[in-house]
């Protein structure tokens, strides 16, 4: 970019911000007075929609910031607000020359929460640069970590949706019912809203019966029967599911046969003089059926001095070896 902004006094430049809701509409903003369109979106003149100053840093902590304004834009409706639209919402913000069409990109993130004051909003937002305090490192688990269809599981997830019909729906219980679909499959599935009010929400099926499914997200006012809908199969995470009904074993991103840490911390041993390795003790050991590791078993007073453990060479030698070279140790010891 060759544009250099607010090298003068007068500048030809305003402030620009998107918003990649995840529903898949996307917004554009500008503190211009009159529509601009640049990198193929328009950016809808909202002189009442401010940021706040952002704060860039040279470090790898997160530069939070924020962005208001009045419940007075056509493109921001409370009811979208109320449902959760805008959550997780991509931010991108900058500033344009409105005369020549050049752009600068000076933040990008994500909100982090929407609060509503009276006829008034207010989003939090939260840098790209949050991600590098995340572990990136997976910790160990039974269960499958990767997502149902997504990155690691390696499903081509059009095998795996249907779209059907609404027969029924219930706003009170979260309850919608369907119809020619084998509902059992969708337990801890997905359903995506293709028509109605909620049209590009998400929500998880959290319970069956029949052809009754229970959603985790409200169901909107004003669905009704013959509204579309579609429904993503639902995986319970488990090895003997990934390798019977899926037969992806192989992507199972999990430890289904590590032991778990309390298993190991029940493993306590004694030893025992009448044998060559040592046993288990009573009690809680015995519901663990993993083998023993053997410890090197201690020899007795009878044996010969070269197999003696060191600590008997030494026992008598005390003080007259310390400080000594190991020849000279071995010149001292004491059996």
């Known amino acids: ?89 991509r931010i991108e913000t900058g500033v344009v020359d409105w005369q020549a069409g050049e752009t600068m990109t000076l933040y990008a993130g994500t909100v982090a929460a929407v609060t509503r004051e009276a006829a008034a909003f207010r989003g939090e937002l939260v840098s790209d640069k949050a991600r590098l305090a995340a572990d990136t490192v997976p910790l160990t688990s039974p269960s499958c970590r990767a997502r149902f269809c997504g990155p690691g599981c390696a499903l081509n ?46 929500a998880r099926i959290i319970g069956v019966d029949g052809n009754a499914l229970t959603l985790s997200e409200p169901v909107a006012q004003g669905t009704a029967p013959g509204m579309r809908v579609r429904l993503r199969e639902g995986c319970d995470k488990t090895i003997a599911t990934c390798s019977a009904r899926f037969g992806n074993a192989l992507n199972f991103q999990g430890e289904p046969f590590l032991p778990a840490t309390t298993c190991w911390r029940n493993i306590r041993c004694r030893g025992d003089a009448g044998s060559r390795g040592f046993r288990p003790r009573s ?27 060191r600590a008997r060479r030494y026992r008598r030698a005390g003080a007259v070896s310390r400080g000594l070279s190991p020849a000279q140790r071995r010149d001292h010891r004491v059996v």
């Open 1 to 89: 970019m060759s544009r250099t902004f607010f090298s003068g006094a007068l500048d030809t430049a305003a402030h620009w911000w998107r918003v990649f809701r995840s529903d898949g509409i996307t917004l554009g903003f500008t503190t211009h007075d009159r529509d601009l369109w640049f990198g193929g979106i328009r950016h809808r003149a909202a002189p009442g929609m401010v940021p706040s100053a952002i704060r860039l840093t040279a470090g790898f902590e997160d530069d939070p910031s924020d962005i208001a304004g009045a419940l007075s834009h056509d493109a921001i409706r409370e009811e979208d607000l109320a449902s959760g639209r805008y959550d997780a919402a």
């Open 157 to 202: 997830p059009q095998f795996h949706e249907r779209r059907v019909r609404l027969v029924s729906a219930d706003p009170d219980s979260r309850t919608v019912t369907i119809a020619d679909a084998p509902s059992a499959l969708y337990l801890h599935g997905e359903l995506r809203w293709l028509d109605g009010p909620a049209t590009g929400l998400t």
């Open 283 to 309: 009690g809680g050991a015995r519901r663990c059926a993993l083998p023993v590791a053997r410890p090197r078993p201690q020899h007795r007073a009878g044996l010969c001095r070269a197999r003696r453990p």
